[in-house]
């Protein structure tokens, strides 16, 4: 009897006790499941995704993101590569309801045999409620969550839809964050495009992104790879066979090719500003703009390569400064090891800069090595560094005596990659980095695009962005937009003004009387000058008398409406390119003459879409076709004419002049209709070329940073168009050469050359120039055989 009411009692107690763990579990759960998330949200799941840049053509310049993520709906991800993960991840995901209590029991006893945590027991479902909806804290509590939320995912979501989630949201190492930018980012592929091979190779990865990774650790990788082909093969998901030949092929680790590329970072800059000033840091790099630019890349790579191939021929004009700095002996060799590290990885291309170390001399050659390959660089091809001395280490580098410059051993140069011979020696050239800096605007003048931008020699080493950031003196580059003004108070390419000395007279803020006395860059003056003449040759005296006579307020208005913002000096030393600019206004006015006389504002950006694909901002008004709405915007690129199409012409036609018979000569080897002028300031400081040919205007800026001469002879001419040059060159091969458009009211008629009245076309100083309507002259020089300056200059002032 008394052992019946033990066990009842015991009975009873370890009910109660169930009862009391049940009523406490209950209570948890109930407490807990308060203080979870809802689920619900995850059916609008929007996870942070990159910000992509396009070029013109449609070709990805830049990426902007915190997680590189790019979401791929399930049903365009290969069934293969789905398979792989499940195989990997979650055999079962099919056949339970979030939670997996056999997988959790199999990696107990795995994790207890092992002692230690080898195996985890989550399912898919449970590490999307972990990534999306908890934190990573490794502590019970946060696993029961997990467990509640991955269970009642299940049943609000569909399978699908949780793969949808976990394929875009998992971290796969590398930056890479969702499979398609794995994809990207080790393939260089889309997801579409994997083999059975990658596709287990990438599944292995979420165990440990880190471990596995193909590029730290392609053993491991592999090795993680058969062991996800031999779970697809047991899961009856591919063959033996298929497994053996997944396993067999040879696959290679393609670094995604950097967006960024190098030689669009000025511009992708200028848009990565816009975007964060319009639209916000958050949904610059989170938000999965789509960003539509004016660029074209191979203008940009043009203009690149272009001003960098111009600054160190300028550089290299000046003086060598020596080594970039000089290694101890024990310090080589482990210089030597990193960078070949970074070749091993990345071999070395012909035209590839790099830094080699000076190891010897012999009678024609300096010796040297990058990495563990050995290089020569001839003697001939370094001659402009001077007569270069190698000494001892230890021994200081520098200035030698007379031309000489001692190179001690250990030196590290910089050196230019020219040919790799059969041997594997290395064929080099001597470069050093220029001081001397440059920038570069490309613009289409019809729309207003800007189809390249350079800031600088290198974006990074400086991200200051010389071509919209920095004002500089134009100096004569000036000239064509106060002569366009001139034009337009009456003058004429034929009128002849006196290049004469002139002295101008002022009082200085002590009020001290002044002195000014304009000169020409030869130092001379030329006496009688036709206006054409005046600009082809630059000659300052001449346009400081236009300047004085049309006015400088008047001039400095003119300016303005073609598009240089920049304020401007209301003296005539304006008439000299006094105030400063910057090439990206200089672009915008020089791109109203080539559109005959129509002003666009530059511009980056033709369409930005949201990751939804709603259009945010466009030129295009058919992408707004309910109008423009809240939170919307046309990019308005209303043309506005600014003079008339006669003056662009007229100004046009003069600058050619420049080209053909002037200062800006070297640019008749583009080898098609070219319009320009050059700019050079005193002193030599600042180095301008501006020209265009019908489709296309380009302007070149040349100078340091921190102002001072850039040495004898650096003029518009020799120290900037040759920039110009090389950029055109590459940007108009596809365009088709064409001749300035020639309105149908200019009239052209024969003048005599030396005083700019109408002459018999027989004549022999007889030449044919253009004129606006009724502006021609209408009188004949007086004597039509040889014209007497004095006799020509006397009627002129009778005539007024």
């Known amino acids: 009897m008394l052992r019946r009411k033990l066990i009842r009692l015991l009975l009873a107690l370890t009910l109660l006790g169930v009862l009391v763990v049940a009523a406490g579990l209950t209570a948890g759960y109930f407490y807990v499941e308060s203080t979870l998330p809802k689920v619900e949200t995850l059916a609008d799941y929007k996870p942070p995704i990159i910000t992509r840049v396009f070029s013109d053509d449609g070709q990805v310049i830049a990426e902007f ?35 997996d209590l056999t997988s959790i029991l199999r990696a107990a006893i795995k994790n207890l045999m092992a002692g230690g945590i080898v195996q985890g027991g989550s399912t898919i479902t449970q590490q999307v409620a972990k990534s999306l909806l908890l934190t990573p804290e490794k502590k019970f509590s946060r696993k029961f969550k997990e467990a509640i939320l991955a269970y009642r995912m299940e049943k609000t979501l569909s399978k699908d839809d949780i793969l949808y989630l976990y394929l875009n949201q998992i971290y796969l190492g590398h930056g890479a964050y969702g499979v398609q930018a794995a994809a990207e980012g080790y393939y260089d592929k889309d997801t579409q495009q994997l083999t059975l091979a990658e596709c287990a190779m990438l599944a292995g990865l979420p165990q440990a992104p880190s471990r596995y990774s193909p590029y730290a650790n392609y053993g491991k990788a592999k090795d993680r790879q058969k062991y996800v082909l031999g779970r697809m093969v047991a899961e009856g998901m591919v063959s033996p066979q298929q497994a053996e030949a997944a396993k067999a092929e040879e696959i290679t680790i393609h670094p995604r090719v950097n967006t960024r590329i190098a ?5 992708t800059e200028q848009v990565r500003r816009y975007l964060e000033e319009t639209y916000g840091t958050e949904r610059l790099y989170q938000g999965g703009l789509v960003v539509r630019t004016t660029m074209n890349v191979s203008m940009q790579e043009a203009a690149q390569q272009a001003i960098q191939e111009n600054l160190r021929n300028l550089d290299k004009r000046r003086v060598y400064r020596g080594p970039e700095r000089v290694l101890k002996p024990e310090e080589v060799e482990a210089y030597l090891a990193s960078q070949q590290a970074i070749y091993d990885k990345k071999p070395l291309r012909s035209g590839s800069f790099v830094e080699g170390v000076l190891t010897g001399k012999t009678d024609k050659t300096l010796l040297v090595r990058v990495g563990r390959i050995p290089g020569e660089v001839s003697l001939s091809q370094a001659a402009w560094a001077g007569n270069l001395k190698v000494v001892a280490a230890g021994e200081a580098a520098g200035k030698g005596k007379g031309n000489s410059m001692n190179l001690p051993l250990g030196s590290v140069l910089v050196l230019q990659l020219d040919k790799r011979r059969d041997d594997g020696t290395l064929l080099m050239s001597l470069e050093q980095t220029p001081e001397v800096q440059g920038a570069l605007v490309g613009l289409e003048p019809q ?189 308005r690129q209303e043309p ?161």
């Open 263 to 267: 030689d669009a970072g000025y511009f």
């Open 640 to 800: 506005e004419r600014v003079i008339s199409p006669e003056t662009a012409y007229l100004i046009t036609n003069l600058m050619e002049s420049v080209v053909q018979d002037g200062t800006g000569k070297r640019a008749q080897e583009l080898g098609r209709p070219v319009a320009g002028k050059t700019g050079t300031t005193n002193d030599l400081k600042d180095a301008w070329f501006a020209g265009f040919v019908p489709q296309l205007v380009a302007v070149t800026w040349v100078g340091y940073d921190q102002e001072r001469s850039m040495g004898h002879g650096e003029t518009g001419g020799r120290a900037a168009l040759p920039g110009w040059l090389g950029f055109m060159q590459r940007a108009v091969k596809n365009l088709e050469p064409l001749a300035f458009p020639i309105p149908d009211t200019i009239e052209f008629h024969a003048i005599d050359a030396a005083t700019g009245l109408l002459a018999p076309e027989e004549s022999y100083s007889a030449v044919v120039e253009a004129f606006a309507p009724d502006t021609a002259p209408t009188n004949y020089a007086i004597d039509r055989q040889r014209p007497n300056a004095e006799d020509f200059f006397k009627l002129d002032l009778e005539d007024r």
């Open 65 to 99: 993101s915190r997680e590189r993520r790019i979401v791929v709906p399930v049903d365009r991800l290969p069934k293969q590569l789905i398979n792989a993960f499940i195989a990997a991840e979650d055999s079962n995901f099919f056949n339970h309801q979030g939670v």
């Open 447 to 635: 729309t207003g695009h800007v189809k390249a931008m350079v800031g600088g020699y290198d974006f990074a080493k400086s991200q200051f962005n010389r071509a919209i950031q920095a004002r500089r003196l134009p100096g004569s580059a000036i000239k064509p937009l106060i002569y366009a003004a001139a034009i337009d108070k009456g003058y004429t390419p034929a009128t002849v003004i006196l290049d004469t000395p002139v002295v101008y007279k002022g009082k200085s803020e002590k009020g001290e009387v002044t002195e000014w006395k304009p000169k020409n860059y030869e130092d001379k003056f030329f006496g009688p000058t036709t206006f054409r003449h005046a600009l082809a040759h630059s000659q300052n005296v001449v346009t400081v008398k236009i300047l004085e006579d049309i006015g400088v307020a008047y001039a400095a208005n003119y300016i303005r409406k073609l598009g240089i913002e920049s304020p401007q000096n209301k003296d005539l030393t304006l008439a000299l390119g006094s105030s400063a600019v910057t090439p990206m206004e200089l672009a915008s006015a020089y791109a109203v003459f080539a559109n005959g006389g129509v002003r666009l504002n530059p511009t980056f950006i033709t369409r930005i879409s949201d990751r939804d694909g709603n259009v945010l901002e466009s030129v295009d008004p058919a992408d707004f076709p309910a109008g423009v709405k809240k939170g919307q915007k046309l990019i």
